[in-house]
């Protein structure tokens, strides 16, 4: 992709080229979630006066600053625990994009672990596989590659951690409808709770207070 203007392009977003990993597809996957860059404004490049034009960068440059949209997490000078996935979340939350429920949810259920395999202290166990590993088996079989067909490889895995990211949220939003409807259950104060029909209660019976 070439850069048609010097300035910043809005709702743009660039990351490294080359070999991919989980941390930046699933930041470039929730800000395409959350409708803050347009799919048709992805740069892979290391060049900095490419990046430096990018409205978004993640997982290159070397500077972490959410102000001004800014998440790497390789420099020498951060010590956090973050991967830019946990940046761009936390940027999400606290530039309201997303509330605290969508934010624990989608942290707790995914983003920490992506945060922790890619900064190196998740623990790999034989028979099992994170979702770092499934994202890595996106990447191309061959190492002798062109630029093209790892590009293709990583929006494919865009598109796949898109969908999952998606799926998250609606199965979220169901599950905090039905909490009205666990809570009144719960107030009956009766030994046993009953539903009319099937729904998602067991999350919002423990968070309710349930034990």
């Known amino acids: 992709m070439k850069m ?12 490294h080229d080359g070999s991919f990993h989980a941390d930046e597809v699933t930041a470039c996957s929730l800000l395409l979630l959350l409708n803050c860059i347009d799919r048709d404004k992805i740069y892979r490049t290391r060049d900095p006066e490419v990046l430096d034009r990018c409205d978004y960068v993640c997982d290159v440059g070397g500077v ?4 001004r949209r800014r998440f790497d ?3 020498i000078d951060y010590q956090g625990a973050m991967s830019g996935a946990g940046m761009v979340l936390l940027y999400l939350k606290e530039k309201s994009f997303i509330d605290a429920h969508v934010y624990d949810h ?6 920490m672990g992506v945060d922790q395999h890619d900064n190196g202290v998740a623990r790999s166990e034989i028979g099992t596989a994170s979702f770092s590993h499934v994202v890595s088996n996106f990447l191309p079989i061959t190492y002798d590659v062109s630029s093209d067909e790892m590009n293709a490889a990583f929006f494919s895995a865009v598109d ?4 999952h990211l998606d799926r998250m949220r609606q199965r979220l939003k169901y599950t905090l409808a039905c909490r009205d409807i666990v809570q009144e259950a719960m107030f009956r ?7 009319e029909e099937s729904i998602p209660w067991m999350d919002n019976f423990f968070e309710l207070g349930g034990e």
């Open 106 to 111: 989608f942290y707790k259920s995914l983003i």
């Open 160 to 163: 796949f951690l898109l969908g």
């Open 4 to 15: 048609k203007e010097m300035s910043i392009i809005p709702r743009s977003f660039g990351t």
């Open 64 to 67: 972490y600053h959410a102000d």
């Open 73 to 75: 997490h390789h420099q």
């Open 189 to 195: 104060a009766e030994p046993v709770i009953l539903f």
